[in-house]
């Protein structure tokens, strides 16, 4: 009996490193944090859309210099604290692609697939992503907790230069469908094809990137501007720059989701082992009775 005892306090000791990188984060806008009917209904909103306890997430604040300093050379735009109210949720256990669930009812502009291209253009390609607000947004600013979410659930840094890239890519794909007047998800599509066909050729060049966006372009049958065109291209051109920096983040990532989707099967192995012990134990008990 001694000897199960020790092996199973040795597997629970083995598994403790497996969940201490739980990869799940909330970040919460500093604005809906100040007022707990906001808070309240946003953290109600994250748990009806996972199987998780939500406040057992690694959380952070949201301010609006962590959003201005992103986005105000990119966008012209800058918020006081008082209008970050967006906020996030992401999970790394979901290993099938990038998930992106929005709630349209407060985010009225950026769509899941918008959110999943500027995740792309960072080279992430895993993970379950909730965005959502207490009012409506346009949910550009978003993107800033988004990246945050990542960052917290990875354990790692994304440079500025990328988080940048990231935000060109969505304020760009936003700009494109106003002035087109095309739908965001058609001009969201229109990105992700230039985004793979440019990834898969590994270019960086704006010239090359162009021809690639014309040439989609009018394959989806998206009527866009040679000014517009190009505007596309220099976005992919520079998010493909910035992917030697993310070296360092994209194996951790790939560390940490690896781990979450091993997690599962060896669960299931200790949870076995973990049956037939007691099974043993409850033997010894009731058969000395």
């Known amino acids: 009996m001694k000897k199960y005892i020790a092996v199973i306090l040795l597997v629970l000791m083995a598994i403790a490193p497996i969940y201490g990188a739980s990869g799940f984060a909330v970040t919460i806008g500093v604005a809906t944090n100040s007022n707990s009917q906001y808070k309240n209904s ?13 406040s057992t997430a690694t959380t952070k604040l949201i301010t609006a210099s962590e959003v201005n300093e992103i986005s105000q050379n990119i966008t012209g735009r800058t918020y006081s604290s008082s209008q970050i109210y967006s906020c996030a949720m ?3 256990s979901y290993s099938n692609g990038i998930n992106v669930t929005v709630d349209s009812s407060k985010i009225n502009v950026v769509t899941p697939k918008m959110y999943a291209n500027a995740l ?6 895993n993970g379950y992503v909730v965005v ?42 936003t700009q494109i469908a106003n002035q087109t007047g095309q739908s965001p998800d058609t001009i969201a599509n229109l990105f992700e094809q230039v985004q793979n066909e440019v990834q898969n050729q590994n270019l960086q060049d704006a010239s090359q990137i162009k021809v690639i966006v014309i040439n989609t372009a009018n394959n989806l049958n998206i009527n866009i501007s040679d000014s517009q065109a190009q505007e596309i291209a220099n976005t992919i051109s520079n998010s493909q720059q910035v992917q ?10 790939q560390n940490v ?18 049956q037939s012990a ?6 010894l008990i009731f058969g000395q009775q």
């Open 90 to 92: 992401v999970d790394l």
């Open 42 to 54: 946003v953290m109600d909103y994250f748990q009806s859309h996972t199987d998780k306890n939500v």
């Open 244 to 253: 030697g920096e993310l070296a360092g983040f994209k194996s951790q990532l």
């Open 120 to 125: 792309k253009s960072l080279g992430i390609n």
């Open 278 to 283: 007691f099974d043993y134990l409850k033997s």
């Open 257 to 274: 989701t690896g781990q979450l989707s091993q997690s599962g099967g060896i669960l299931g192995q200790i949870m076995s082992y973990l």
């Open 132 to 173: 959502t607000s207490p009012v409506v947004s346009s949910g550009e600013s978003a993107l800033a907790g988004v990246l945050k979410s990542y960052e917290l659930a990875v354990g790692a840094q994304i440079p500025d230069s990328a988080k940048q890239a990231a935000t060109d890519t969505l304020y760009t794909e």
